[in-house]
């Protein structure tokens, strides 16, 4: 029987491109939404607790930055965090197009009135994102 021949240092080159290429699209978003939002390193640096020389790293994708202190950052720049590290390979969910509703705008409520209650009450409870259990 044939051993494969592994390279341990083939793993390793991998796990440092991916987190090098995750780091610079992070700090690419960083600094992208500090920009947006129009501060300079130094307010967000105020907001967030992480220094300049820091968040100037991250920004250049240098600074391997932990969970905590981006979530600091993503609070100081009043985003979500998952706005900061999504993942470009994950499947984006698109909307959901359903023909002729725009060309009619009153579809939504016409099916709305045709509803059972239990599913109007779904559609309420969505709408308004209550924590009330829909009756079975």
């Known amino acids: 029987m ?24 992070v700090g690419a978003r960083v600094k ?13 640096s105020e907001r967030s607790g992480v220094s300049e020389r820091f968040l100037a790293q991250l920004e250049h994708g240098k600074g391997n ?3 905590v202190r981006l ?5 100081a720049l009043d985003i979500p ?3 900061l590290v999504r993942d470009e390979r994950a499947p984006r969910e698109d ?9 009619h705008p009153g579809a939504i409520a016409d099916l709305y009135r045709h509803a059972t209650a239990r599913d ?4 309420i409870e969505l709408l308004v994102g209550s924590r009330r259990p829909v009756p079975a």
């Not at 440092?16 to 610079?24: C, E, I, K, M, P």
């Not at 992208?32 to 967000?44: C, E, P, T």
């Not at 909307?95 to 060309?103: F, K, Q, S, T, Y």
């Not at 109007?120 to 559609?123: G, N, W």
């Open 2 to 25: 044939i051993e494969p021949i592994l390279d341990d240092n083939l793993f390793e080159v991998e796990e440092t491109g991916l987190r090098d290429s995750f780091l610079a699209s």
């Open 32 to 44: 992208f939404r500090r920009n947006k939002s129009r501060i300079s390193r130094r307010v967000l």
């Open 65 to 67: 930055i932990s969970i």
């Open 71 to 75: 979530k600091a950052v993503a609070d």
């Open 81 to 83: 965090l998952c706005d």
């Open 95 to 103: 909307p959901v197009e359903l023909p002729g509703w725009r060309a």
């Open 120 to 123: 109007q009450a779904r559609v």
